[in-house]
């Protein structure tokens, strides 16, 4: 009896599909064929259900090297001369041939060999049996035999063996389910890889007066890469992303083991398992006339919605209404979607996508209870062809933005500006913090040549941590984009412009401040005038601390330069005697030498003042910042 048809099939849009097949059988034996590559998903899911028998057990074909699965076989058998290589095989074993002519003799014997005229090894071949009741050997010509049978259970076994293995050198593997006998009702399903299913869109939009609707019609494309027809077949499309992985299961794995003397080594540790296209198209290059409709209700009955939705936690399948037949190496497409929409034509400019003009567009809802999934989308307006699109994966009540084709007629220009508004000032470890707003003015300039009004939706993108100032209210606004409508009158010009506001902080020493600086604090209310106060008798101590370091520097340069002095006073001393004239200089320089050593001492104490008065400064400068903080 046949194998079961396929009766149900599930796609998925990560590679993988879940088929079923449901009918009867009558056997104790039913062979599945897989692709290799198809292997270990499929014993990883499959899943065998008798309802009138019971399932015995299943295996499949050992994923075996065919060298290493022919070399474990008795025979030898080329594509070119398999017979001779059979009967030369077969030496040594016991065999009946039967030969031809009317008495159709049969012999019975023990295959010594083959003796082949290479010229035409066909031909001229003779075949040698020993006959061992009779003790005789004798030549049989390979033309005058009809039949070769096997006599020993072993050499037939070896045949089937190396056919067999020969045969599971393609492509395809098998999985065979033994069952009790007589007749079952089987189901039988399993996980198998499958192309991903896709989906395709059209979208008819269409103005009367004041209403605006849009015909959405979906398609869902799918494949047969099967082994067989597809006939009346439960189809079933599914978006989402479920986690799927392939795990080896078909490969067998013989783990290496250590060899062990008399002290074994420890146990091993398991090992870890690891755009939208932005090219505008003017209209004369638009050659395109096929797609034209008359109407969105002539498509909406000429195909009528062939599938339904459900919810399926993180995912959603379109369960298609009608039985699907699909030949062996073709595809389908099942009508999925098929409902009006509400909707509306704008202008959108978003200099992330396009600079200069902004696109048209349509917005929708999705108002068809139904997860859309993600597929280009074909647009007509009033029957013709107008542009294409993504339709982004959408949920039930979400709104679509469907941007088809750039609006030449509309240009945007833009232009930027910053501005830092200081707002406080604070005290902190020392050192002062100034707070301010940095003011970012993005401006754009949108030009019409449309002989009517329109409406752009601008999508201005924020920077972090900014807050939009000084801007009517966004229409619509999230964590990256705020978007306004700015009407354009026909032949006109509008300016719009988006304000934003960041706060920032910038770190200055006190000792950095100038008088100029903190007038102009006071000025702009930045600090009050008791701030104002004291920040200036700090800045006056600072001055005065400043002003005793440089004292303490001239100081030390004077000291210096008496070192100097002294050191070439001492070295002129040094060959002089103390008599005569000689002894007369002597003194002299001696003399000078007691008068620099005084000029020391009068420095030190100098230096030492000043240091003690820094001192009684910094004090008083603590005091007067913490009085400030």
Same mark, same amino acid.
């Given at each position: 009896?046949?194998?079961?048809?396929?009766?149900?099939?599930?796609?998925?849009?990560?590679?993988?599909?879940?088929?079923?097949?449901?009918?009867?059988?009558?056997?104790?034996?039913?062979?599945?064929?897989?692709?290799?590559?198809?292997?270990?998903?499929?014993?990883?899911?499959?899943?065998?259900?008798?309802?009138?028998?019971?399932? =015995?057990?299943?295996?499949?074909?050992?994923?075996? *090297?065919?060298?290493?699965?022919?070399?474990?076989?008795?025979?030898?058998?080329? &594509?070119?001369?398999?017979?001779?290589?059979?009967?030369?095989?077969?030496?040594?074993?016991?065999?009946?041939?039967?030969?031809?002519?009317?008495?159709?003799?049969?012999?019975?014997?023990?295959?010594?060999?083959?003796?082949?005229?290479?010229?035409?090894?066909?031909?001229?071949?003779?075949?040698?049996?020993? /006959?061992?009741?009779?003790?005789?050997?004798?030549?049989?010509?390979?033309?005058?035999?009809?039949?070769?049978?096997?006599?020993?259970?072993?050499?037939? %076994?070896?045949?089937?063996?190396?056919?067999? @293995?020969?045969?599971?050198?393609?492509?395809? =593997?098998?999985?065979?389910?033994?069952?009790? !006998?007589?007749?079952?009702? /089987?189901?039988?399903?399993?996980?198998? +890889?499958?192309? @991903?299913?896709?989906?395709?869109?059209?979208?008819?939009?269409?103005?009367?007066?004041?209403?605006?609707?849009?015909?959405?019609?979906?398609?869902?494309?799918?494949?047969?890469?099967?082994?067989?027809?597809?006939?009346?077949?439960?189809?079933?499309?599914?978006?989402?992303?479920?986690?799927?992985?392939?795990?080896?299961?078909?490969?067998?794995?013989?783990?290496?083991? +250590?060899?062990?003397?008399?002290?074994?080594?420890? #146990?091993?540790?398991?090992?870890?398992?690891?755009?939208? /296209?932005?090219?505008?198209?003017?209209?004369?290059?638009?050659? $395109?006339?096929?797609?034209?409709?008359?109407?969105?209700?002539?498509?909406?009955?000429?195909?009528?919605?062939?599938?339904?939705?459900?919810?399926?936690?993180?995912?959603?399948?379109?369960?298609?209404?009608?039985?699907?037949?699909?030949?062996?190496?073709?595809?389908?497409?099942?009508?999925?979607?098929?409902?009006?929409?509400? @909707?509306?034509?704008?202008?959108?400019? %978003?200099?992330?996508?396009? #600079?200069?003009? +902004?696109?048209?567009?349509?917005?929708?809802? %999705?108002?068809?209870?139904?997860?859309?999934?993600?597929? +280009?989308?074909?647009?007509?307006?009033?029957?013709?062809?107008?542009?294409?699109?993504?339709?982004?994966?959408?949920?039930?009540?979400?709104?679509?933005?469907?941007?088809?084709?750039?609006?030449?007629?509309?240009?945007?220009?833009?232009?930027?500006?910053?501005?830092?508004?200081?707002?406080?000032?604070?005290?902190?470890?020392?050192?002062?913090?100034?707070?301010?707003?940095?003011?970012?003015?993005?401006?754009?300039?949108?030009?019409?040549?449309?002989?009517?009004?329109?409406?752009? $939706? $601008?999508?201005?993108?924020?920077? *972090?941590?900014?807050?939009?100032?000084?801007?009517? !209210?966004?229409?619509?606004?999230?964590?990256?984009?705020?978007?306004?409508?700015?009407?354009?009158? @026909?032949?006109?010009?509008?300016?719009?412009?988006?304000?934003?506001?960041?706060?920032?902080?910038?770190?200055?020493?006190?000792?950095?401040?100038?008088?100029?600086?903190?007038?102009?604090?006071?000025? *702009?209310?930045?600090?009050?005038?008791?701030?104002?106060?004291?920040?200036?008798?700090?800045?006056?101590?600072?001055?005065?601390?400043?002003?005793?370091?440089?004292?303490?520097?001239?100081?030390?340069?004077?000291?210096?330069?008496?070192?100097?002095? &002294?050191?070439?006073?001492?070295?002129?001393?040094?060959?002089?005697?103390?008599?005569?004239?000689?002894?007369?200089?002597?003194?002299?320089?001696?003399?000078?030498?007691?008068?620099?050593?005084?000029?020391?001492?009068?420095?030190?104490?100098?230096?030492?003042?000043?240091?003690?008065?820094?001192?009684?400064?910094?004090? =008083?400068?603590?005091?007067?910042?913490?009085? /400030?903080?």
């Amino acid at each position: 009896m046949t194998m079961p048809p396929i009766k149900r099939m599930v796609l998925y849009k990560h590679g993988v599909g879940y088929f079923e097949r449901r009918g009867q059988f009558h056997g104790e034996t039913l062979t599945l064929s897989f692709p290799r590559t198809a292997m270990d998903d499929v014993l990883k899911s499959l899943i065998v259900i008798d309802r009138s028998g019971q399932v =015995r057990n299943i295996d499949f074909t050992t994923p075996e *090297d065919r060298a290493d699965r022919l070399a474990r076989s008795g025979f030898h058998l080329s &594509q070119e001369q398999s017979l001779l290589d059979l009967l030369r095989d077969l030496r040594g074993r016991s065999v009946r041939l039967t030969l031809a002519g009317k008495q159709a003799e049969q012999v019975k014997g023990l295959v010594i060999g083959v003796d082949v005229e290479h010229e035409q090894p066909l031909r001229r071949a003779l075949v040698s049996l020993y /006959l061992s009741d009779q003790r005789v050997v004798r030549p049989f010509a390979l033309d005058d035999i009809v039949q070769v049978e096997l006599l020993e259970e072993v050499v037939h %076994n070896d045949l089937i063996f190396f056919l067999h @293995a020969d045969h599971g050198d393609r492509s395809d =593997r098998s999985v065979t389910v033994h069952l009790t !006998p007589g007749d079952h009702d /089987l189901l039988i399903g399993y996980v198998a +890889p499958a192309p @991903a299913w896709r989906v395709s869109y059209r979208l008819l939009f269409e103005e009367d007066g004041n209403e605006a609707r849009c015909w959405l019609q979906g398609w869902g494309l799918f494949d047969n890469l099967l082994d067989e027809d597809l006939r009346d077949v439960e189809v079933t499309l599914v978006a989402g992303q479920p986690i799927s992985f392939r795990y080896q299961l078909y490969q067998p794995q013989t783990p290496d083991r +250590p060899v062990v003397t008399d002290r074994p080594p420890p #146990s091993p540790r398991p090992k870890r398992r690891a755009s939208f /296209l932005e090219e505008s198209v003017s209209e004369d290059e638009i050659q $395109i006339h096929a797609l034209a409709l008359s109407d969105s209700t002539e498509a909406a009955e000429s195909t009528p919605t062939a599938a339904s939705g459900e919810d399926r936690d993180v995912l959603f399948a379109y369960r298609v209404h009608q039985p699907v037949s699909v030949g062996r190496g073709q595809s389908a497409m099942a009508p999925i979607v098929g409902s009006y929409l509400p @909707a509306r034509r704008v202008l959108v400019y %978003n200099s992330k996508r396009m #600079s200069r003009y +902004p696109f048209a567009a349509l917005f929708l809802t %999705n108002t068809t209870d139904l997860t859309l999934e993600q597929g +280009p989308v074909t647009v007509l307006i009033g029957g013709e062809y107008a542009g294409e699109a993504v339709v982004p994966f959408t949920r039930a009540g979400a709104e679509i933005k469907v941007l088809y084709a750039a609006e030449l007629g509309v240009t945007v220009s833009e232009s930027f500006d910053m501005q830092n508004i200081l707002r406080s000032i604070r005290l902190g470890q020392g050192d002062l913090i100034a707070d301010s707003y940095l003011l970012t003015f993005s401006r754009y300039k949108i030009t019409s040549t449309l002989a009517k009004s329109c409406t752009v $939706i $601008i999508e201005h993108t924020l920077s *972090d941590d900014a807050e939009i100032v000084d801007t009517p !209210p966004p229409q619509s606004q999230t964590n990256e984009l705020a978007s306004w409508n700015v009407e354009v009158p @026909a032949f006109g010009s509008v300016e719009f412009t988006v304000c934003e506001r960041s706060p920032i902080s910038r770190y200055e020493t006190i000792s950095s401040l100038t008088g100029e600086k903190l007038q102009a604090w006071l000025h *702009d209310k930045v600090i009050d005038d008791t701030t104002f106060q004291h920040l200036s008798r700090v800045l006056n101590l600072l001055r005065q601390i400043d002003a005793a370091k440089q004292q303490i520097a001239e100081y030390e340069r004077e000291q210096q330069r008496i070192f100097e002095r &002294q050191k070439r006073l001492q070295q002129q001393l040094t060959p002089l005697h103390s008599d005569g004239e000689e002894g007369a200089l002597r003194q002299r320089y001696v003399a000078t030498l007691d008068q620099l050593e005084n000029q020391l001492e009068q420095i030190e104490a100098a230096i030492t003042d000043q240091q003690n008065l820094i001192k009684k400064h910094k004090d =008083r400068l603590d005091r007067m910042l913490s009085q /400030l903080q």
